[in-house]
């Protein structure tokens, strides 16, 4: 399908694993409500604070190796990273819907997981990710939400694009990925993170999905940086941001 092809970029090839980069971590295998297997990652970190990580539309969780070894030794979090189905070792063909299911799959492991199931779960969406974790804040109200590098709709985008190729988007697409209306159900601290010279996902989408999103919200334009190098290009001040965001009121404690 041209939807398919226009939207989802899967690796089914694993590249490595946290274990190669000095990481501790569990392996992760557990069905959608469809019977769909998937596959992921569970590394612990050194506080009660445990990241699900919605990755982008392209490559697997093997690809995000670098930033996942940053995050966790600059914030000790443990994270928690799966692949939607058809990436990476996950089955099946990715769909809107199937995603959804998957992300359900996903935190329903975590709750169960004897460890990390009571610890606070913040979600971590980055590009496609961000609607994944947008919908699943909706259904299941997280301790809090990041989105890194957010799109408004799949039509929004395609709108960037020109004329045609949002007219052609309302025939051809039945993938909507409607973040700007969903974010408004949200009930949970967001964050919202923009290069703001992303060259895939115009600044304007973080900028307008953050406007429309509930208090209490904040926004860190990440300057001069691109669709995927927040964490080298953010630098310090990026990680003081994040660690801020997850500071526990005292009425939390």
Sequence with gaps: ????RYIYHPSNQLEGSPGDLGLEFQEARFSAADGTRLHGWLVPG???ITWVWFHGNAGNISHRLEDLKVFHDQLGVGIFIFDYRGFGASEGKPSERGLYQDGEAALEWLREHPAA??????????????AIAVEMARRHPPWRLVLDAPFLSIRAMANDRGRWAGLLSWVLFRSKFDSLRKIKEVRAPVLVCHGDRDETIPFYHGRRLFEAANEP????TIANGGHTDACAVGGPEYFATLEQFMEVPERER
């Design 217 to 220: 919200k904040s926004f860190y």
């Design 117 to 130: 199931g009571r610890h606070r779960h913040l979600l971590l969406g980055r590009s496609l990710g961000c």
């Design 46 to 48: 050194d506080r009660n």
């Design 1 to 4: 399908m041209i939807e398919e």
